[in-house]
């Protein structure tokens, strides 16, 4: 049976890409912040693994000793953020916080960690426990990340976050 590891996946693509892998008949280790209702409603061969944050070197020993002697023959590294606080009330303000005049080193900083840093950290953690010839590592980024299509411009912190994942992805 194949195994494959999905940071993020409590909610959004994480979520639904462990709905479909499960479904497949593959095993699943779900790699999560915090377990909700809907990851525990999906059926199949899960393993959820709650208290990974992938900002944190710490959460790597946890997920390689959930791991033990698995091999994994895909890791998919979703866990990501737009960045920044999202105002209570106007989601769309959001935006705004990274706009030229707005954004801060500090938003800067979190983006890079959660969007650029954290799939290297965590892919360097189950490097080890890969499946050998044919297995993957995916990384989940955004056409935000693209510096062709850049016409929109904004969301400073997260598109140059996206922008470095894609090439650490591709070397």
């Known amino acids: 049976m194949p195994v494959s590891v999905i940071t993020g996946a409590s909610k959004g693509l994480g979520l639904e890409l462990t709905r479909q892998l499960a479904a497949r008949g593959e095993h699943v280790f779900a790699l999560v912040r915090k377990a909700n209702a809907d990851l525990a409603a999906v059926p ?3 393993t959820v693994i709650e208290g990974v944050d992938v900002t944190s070197d710490d959460a790597m020993t946890k997920i390689t000793e959930a791991l033990g002697d698995t091999k994994v023959d895909c890791l998919i590294n979703n866990a ?3 960045g920044g606080p ?6 769309m303000a959001m935006f705004a ?6 954004i801060t ?4 900083r979190d983006s890079f960690e959660l969007n650029t840093i954290a799939p ?15 297995a993957k ?7 935000m990340g693209s ?10 912190a997260y598109r140059a976050g996206k922008a470095a994942v894609n090439i650490g992805g591709k070397t």
Request: no cysteine; net charge negative.
């Open 97 to 102: 916080i990274q706009s030229l005049t707005n």
């Open 44 to 46: 199949g061969n899960v």
């Open 137 to 143: 590592v995916i990384i989940i980024t955004s056409l």
């Open 80 to 82: 990501g953020a737009y």
């Open 147 to 156: 510096i062709a299509d850049n016409g929109s411009g904004g969301s400073y």
């Open 105 to 108: 080193p500090d938003v800067m």
């Open 86 to 91: 999202v105002p209570e009330g106007d989601p």
């Open 120 to 134: 290297l950290r965590v892919t360097k953690a189950v490097l080890p426990k890969m499946a050998g010839t044919g």
